[in-house]
């Protein structure tokens, strides 16, 4: 692995580090009290390319890397320090890349040109209300019946609701099926298909939700990959998805020390700058060293991607589970340590709006208590693959 990036990976990095600064910081605070992400910001996305880089040019998207997706989701987490640009960019990338990858050409061509141009969302939609990762006792269930599918069942805490509503598009939604899983694009304007909005506490530009699907039907040609095997699909999606959260909370964790590094240097308390002081001094060298130590975990998990997942290579599975599972594990508390402690730097400034660090704070959180896996979701996922199969603690 070469750790220096290429002349056009440094270039694409600087344009998106651009477009942070100066379109998403002016707006993190507009997007956060509105409640959505203006439609020029995704039009610029678009523009950049940035919107499911991973899809095939054919279909609009980049034909982008891994590692180079990877390298956007920094630069995005680090501008709207809200983590909502970030979501709606990570859900683009991943869950793109599977239908592009598994999808039947009819879907590809219908589907992923105006997710790419910003004109409509595509999302996952897995969880459920009486559980996230607890597959098992799934209920949502769809059958064939006339040459379509069938989908009855119920989905909660979903990015994306009411944006695919507004713009049009849809979740890949997993569903139990006679022989499995399967894995249904399901357009969220569909008939019999109804919505609801939840109410959280931060991500404010991207909305989170429920489906609840009272027998909607849905065409055949929105089948991802094979009948059965939807599990497998989903699973390679949230894979190459958790790395681009990984990356987000990278992006997120620098903005927070360059803030805090910042301060460090000009406030002056007992007659000498706050940065003189060992206490703050020595956190912020230790937030450093972990920021650094995960980015570059984060940017070997886009690397195995890119070696093996992307190219369809089944064969370092583990190794790759591993890679993704540590990073998903490390980078949100590091994230969200990195926010806290300058904060109490700040003191009690740190505490308003006005310096803007609660937006982070809020943000970071939802990938602790859950959104593309929780931390203990992590915790089994690298039990399973460092102890065997006997050790996971349910069946």
């Known amino acids: 692995m070469d750790f220096e990036l290429s002349d056009e990976e440094q270039a694409f990095q ?30 610029g996305m678009a523009h950049l390319g940035l919107l499911a880089m991973p899809v095939s040019t054919e279909y ?16 995005i987490g680090r501008g709207d320090f809200s983590m909502a640009t970030a979501v709606f960019f990570l859900l683009e990338a991943g869950w793109g890349y599977v239908l592009d990858r598994h ?14 141009a910003g004109k409509a969302f595509l999302g996952i939609a897995s969880t459920e209300p009486t559980g996230g990762s607890d597959l098992a006792h799934m209920r949502t269930q769809s059958r064939r019946d006339a040459g379509e599918f ?14 695919a509503k507004r713009l049009g598009g849809g979740h890949l939604t997993l569903t139990r099926a006679t022989n499995g899983f399967n894995f249904l694009y399901v357009p969220t304007r ?58 987000a909370c990278v992006g ?31 956190e912020l060298v230790d937030l450093y060293t972990q920021v650094e130590a995960v ?10 991607l890119d070696r093996y997942t992307l190219r369809g290579d089944a064969s370092h599975r583990s190794e790759v589970d591993k890679a993704v599972a540590s990073v998903k594990l490390a980078a949100p508390q590091i994230a969200f340590e990195c ?37 203990n979701i992590m915790r089994i996922i690298l039990g399973r693959e460092l102890l065997g199969r006997d050790f996971v603690p349910y069946r």
């Open 14 to 43: 600087t344009a998106v580090r651009q477009f942070g600064d100066r379109v998403l910081r002016a707006r993190e605070r507009e997007i956060d009290t509105t409640g959505r992400i203006p439609d020029d910001v995704l039009g």
């Open 60 to 75: 609009g998207g980049m034909g982008a890397s891994a590692s180079l997706t990877e390298l956007a989701a920094e630069e």
């Open 103 to 116: 999808g039947t050409e009819t879907a590809k061509a219908e589907i992923l040109p105006p997710v790419c």
């Open 150 to 163: 069938v989908v009855r069942g119920e989905k909660a805490f979903v990015s994306g609701v009411e944006e």
């Open 190 to 247: 569909s008939d019999r298909l109804s919505t609801q909005k939840f109410d959280n506490m931060g991500r404010m530009g991207i909305s989170t939700g429920g489906l609840t699907y009272d027998d909607v039907r849905v065409p055949e040609r929105f089948l991802i990959g094979s009948e059965g095997r939807g599990f497998d699909y989903a699973m390679e999606g949230f894979s190459v998805a958790r790395t681009f959260v990984s990356a």
């Open 252 to 282: 997120a964790a620098e903005r927070a020390l360059e803030i805090g590094t910042a301060y460090l240097q000009q406030r002056e308390v007992f007659g000498a700058r706050l940065g003189k002081f060992e206490g703050p001094q020595f």
């Open 295 to 304: 980015k570059w975990q984060c940017r070997r998990a886009a690397w195995l």
């Open 339 to 375: 926010v806290k402690r300058v904060m109490m730097w700040h003191g009690a400034a740190g505490y308003t709006k006005e310096v803007g660090l609660e937006l982070g704070l809020r943000g970071i959180m939802s990938y602790l208590v859950g959104a593309e896996g929780g931390l």
